[in-house]
């Protein structure tokens, strides 16, 4: 999954106007998670670098928590399908053409998690009773988390990667009995096993 896996060019990477792009991204995002009524930072009014709870009012308001660490596996499976991409294309990917589209679905999820449907469907099919979407602030860290991800992946070995994820869930797993795994599972579908494990926390 690394560079030098012939993927993605490994030339001097993201020009200026592409940093520029990925940049107004982020931010056009922001503004329409902020124009979709949701708050610039946390209702209680205060900016943490971390908040460690996993479901209570400063759940997904800060800066970090807990579900950072999926973001930063999102961006892992992101460069991974760059690569799977590119190979099925036949031609490498450029990484700052791969690294606008990560940013762009990540961006899309974003919007999507902070959708009454989804706020909706996560308080009746999770343990996360008390979601309530993200604040501008923690979305917009969320997609950095992603960046971080993907840019970990593209200058790593693919082994380095995989048992990073793996340890990354585990430990999720471990201290909140949640992780991007169960995430997906209870938003698909439900387990009612699964919630009354989780409820246990």
Known sequence: MSADAGVVVTRPAISAGRAA???ALVGG???ILYAMGRPLI???GEIKLWHGAANDGGTSQHIADWYSLSHVI???IFYGAAVLIGRLWGRPLAIATALIGAIAVEGAWELLENSPIIIDRY???TVS???AGDSVLNSAADIGFMILGFTVA???PTWTIVAAAIAMELLALYVIRDNLTLNVIMILHPIDAIRDW???R
């Open 74 to 76: 999102h961006g892992f």
């Open 21 to 23: 792009l990925s940049v």
């Open 29 to 31: 995002f922001a503004a």
């Open 42 to 44: 946390c209702p209680c």
């Open 123 to 125: 308080r009746a099919a």
């Open 129 to 131: 009773d008390a979601f």
């Open 154 to 156: 593209r200058l790593s």
């Open 198 to 200: 989780q409820a246990m």
